[in-house]
């Protein structure tokens, strides 16, 4: 288990962790460079504006972790496929997981307002019981994806790639009104 944090500009360069906790780390606008996390714990872990270039996260949970304005499109895609990672109860609030590779990742009951998931892969993810409003859809890959209890908003099916795609009656109704469609 792993406590401390680093400061606006400190730096974290070249580490790999595996099967660790990180328990209340503040990692305000630090930097992580080439840092690899395998089946880690990232437990009321704060990360809003760090920077994360070449991060690989494989199979890991962040939980109660707070990551505002935090561009997780530095990641790196690693040779093999990483195994996917949850987060709970997190606010990401203005992120970028823009172009990520995200196949089923699984986000409950966090908060994803205003973030940018241009492009990004979710194929079978499960955004469960999140708020999406203001969220960037645009040519993300939502296949066989489930947003069941999320609200706030919806991906645009002319431009999302949704085939296979569960929502719940909220969520049909805010694919709809993107059409133009009203329902009564």
């Known amino acids: 288990e792993l406590v401390g944090g680093l400061g606006p500009g400190q730096r974290l360069d070249g580490v790999e962790l595996v099967g660790c906790t990180l328990r209340g780390s503040v990692l ?19 990360l809003s504006r760090a920077e994360l270039p070449d991060v690989v996260m494989d199979g890991c949970t962040l939980e109660g972790c707070k990551a505002l304005a935090t561009s997780w ?40 307002r205003g973030a940018d998931l241009t492009g990004a892969v979710l194929r079978d993810a499960v955004l469960m019981d999140c708020d999406l409003g203001g969220t ?49």
């Open 73 to 112: 499109s530095m990641m790196r895609s690693p040779a093999l496929p990483p195994g996917p990672s949850t987060w709970r109860d997190c606010r990401l609030d203005l992120s970028t997981f823009a172009g990520l590779q995200l196949p089923g990742a699984r986000f409950e009951r966090c908060s994803l």
């Open 28 to 46: 305000v606008g630090a930097v992580l460079a080439g840092v690899r996390l395998e089946d880690c714990t990232l437990a009321q872990v704060d």
């Open 136 to 184: 960037r859809w645009e040519e993300a890959d939502l296949r066989g994806a489930d947003l069941s209890g999320s609200h706030g908003g919806a991906p645009d099916v002319r431009s999302a790639r949704v085939e296979g795609l569960t929502v719940d009656l909220v969520g049909a109704e805010a694919l709809l009104a993107r059409l133009g469609v009203r329902v009564r």
